[in-house]
């Protein structure tokens, strides 16, 4: 049975920086959606895709992000100029529009801005 | 502004006992209301879902009840186990747009043995 997985689990960068998140969804889900979550909260929508196309995005999704899913397969977050602020998990969660109303939710990327 | 707020922000219950994790909406429009369990360094795993045609569904030990009038509804762990200790979320949809979940700030639970 193959989850939703992420890329990389654990990302240390340092202020300034530009990192590149990857979440490969469940075969065949046509849904993608990307969530945000600090420490002691509950995750945050950022940004959702149906195929390939970006449908919503959140007003947490600032400038300096930017998401794409070239092929409505797997997706990648881009974070540019990072800030210390940007230091939390980052979930990816994907769901087929067909079957259930279920997210199944991917492991995690923890980023660290130090 | 939070659109789900959840109570209590931890929550300790001896083996066996059962506990009660409660969720209160505002926005009318949410038809999907699902519990998520989530581990240290894991992602949300569904544990249960409701919609609100129904004032209660059970799966196993956990339970679901709905009121839709109050705008509320609340998981219970029946027969608690040392297993069950982690951070539970309950979330909100809708689900004529694009489902995307708010999240309440979550619960963490200790089941003591």
């Given at each position: 049975d193959t989850g939703v997985s992420q890329d990389p689990r654990h990302k240390i960068t340092k202020r300034g920086q530009n990192v590149t998140f990857r979440c490969d969804p469940i075969s065949e889900h046509n849904r993608l959606y990307w969530y945000r979550q600090t420490l002691g909260q509950g995750p945050e929508f950022l940004t959702y895709f149906q195929n390939e196309a970006q449908l919503e995005k959140s007003?947490?999704?600032?400038?300096?992000f930017s998401a794409e899913r070239p092929k409505g397969s797997f997706s990648t977050l881009e974070i540019q100029?990072?800030?210390?602020?940007?230091?939390a998990m980052y979930l990816c969660a994907s769901r087929h529009t067909g079957s259930s109303y279920e997210q199944y939710f991917g492991p995690g990327t923890r980023l660290t801005v130090t | 502004q939070q659109q789900v707020k959840q109570s209590p922000q931890s929550l300790i219950v001896q083996k066996g006992g059962i506990s009660i994790i409660n969720c209160a909406y505002e926005?009318?429009?949410?038809?999907y209301f699902p519990w998520y369990q989530q581990f240290p360094g894991k992602g949300p795993a569904l544990l249960i879902a409701i919609r609100p045609d129904v004032s209660e569904k059970k799966e196993g030990r956990f339970t679901i009840s709905f009121n839709k009038s109050a705008k509320q509804f609340s998981l219970h762990i029946m027969d608690?186990?040392?297993?069950?200790?982690a951070t539970y979320f309950c979330a909100a949809s809708r689900?004529?747009?694009?489902?995307k979940l708010i999240f309440g700030s979550g619960t963490r639970l200790l089941v003591r043995p």
């Amino acid at each position: 049975d193959t989850g939703v997985s992420q890329d990389p689990r654990h990302k240390i960068t340092k202020r300034g920086q530009n990192v590149t998140f990857r979440c490969d969804p469940i075969s065949e889900h046509n849904r993608l959606y990307w969530y945000r979550q600090t420490l002691g909260q509950g995750p945050e929508f950022l940004t959702y895709f149906q195929n390939e196309a970006q449908l919503e995005k959140s007003r947490l999704l600032s400038d300096r992000f930017s998401a794409e899913r070239p092929k409505g397969s797997f997706s990648t977050l881009e974070i540019q100029r990072t800030e210390q602020g940007d230091s939390a998990m980052y979930l990816c969660a994907s769901r087929h529009t067909g079957s259930s109303y279920e997210q199944y939710f991917g492991p995690g990327t923890r980023l660290t801005v130090t | 502004q939070q659109q789900v707020k959840q109570s209590p922000q931890s929550l300790i219950v001896q083996k066996g006992g059962i506990s009660i994790i409660n969720c209160a909406y505002e926005n009318t429009a949410f038809d999907y209301f699902p519990w998520y369990q989530q581990f240290p360094g894991k992602g949300p795993a569904l544990l249960i879902a409701i919609r609100p045609d129904v004032s209660e569904k059970k799966e196993g030990r956990f339970t679901i009840s709905f009121n839709k009038s109050a705008k509320q509804f609340s998981l219970h762990i029946m027969d608690s186990q040392p297993g069950d200790s982690a951070t539970y979320f309950c979330a909100a949809s809708r689900m004529d747009s694009s489902y995307k979940l708010i999240f309440g700030s979550g619960t963490r639970l200790l089941v003591r043995p």
